[in-house]
Nanobody, 121 residues
Framework: QVQLVESGGGSVQSGGSLRLSCAAS????????MAWFRQAPGTEREGVAA???????VYTDTVKGRFTISRDNAKNTLYLQMNSLKPEDTAMYYC???????????????WGQGTQVTVSS
């Protein structure tokens, strides 16, 4: 079992930055692969960025060059640094974990409750 708790969301103006954190606990082997997803009202959950246990990363095209995913295995924490935020980045952001590498597909077995990010123009 894995427990995931996100934090760091908030309201910012376009062009601003936020850093999301996801504190993880439980079986470390079920956290080999972790990812950030987001979901705006009326839309499907979208994969934003993913990272494996070795630090290899993948991003969706719309955030490349603006967002950076990282993890601190010693602190059991996943991060998402978001720069140059745009109104279209507004969504609930979720972290996810699994022992299988689903990359940006929403098939992970473990999910947090989410943290809201709102970007105003």
């Amino acid at each position: 079992q894995v427990q995931l708790v996100e934090s760091g969301g908030g309201s910012v103006q376009s062009g601003g930055s936020l850093r999301l954190s996801c504190a993880a606990s439980g079986d470390p082997y079920t956290r080999d692969y972790m990812a950030w997803f987001r979901q705006a009202p009326g839309t499907e959950r979208e994969g934003v960025a993913a990272i494996d246990w070795a630090g290899r990363t993948v991003y969706t095209d719309t955030v490349k060059g603006r967002f950076t995913i990282s993890r601190d295995n010693a602190k059991n924490t996943l991060y998402l640094q978001m720069n140059s935020l745009k109104p279209e980045d507004t969504a609930m952001y979720y972290c996810a974990a699994d022992r299988v590498g689903y990359l940006l597909l929403p098939r992970y077995n473990y999910w947090g409750q989410g943290t809201q990010v709102t970007v105003s123009s």
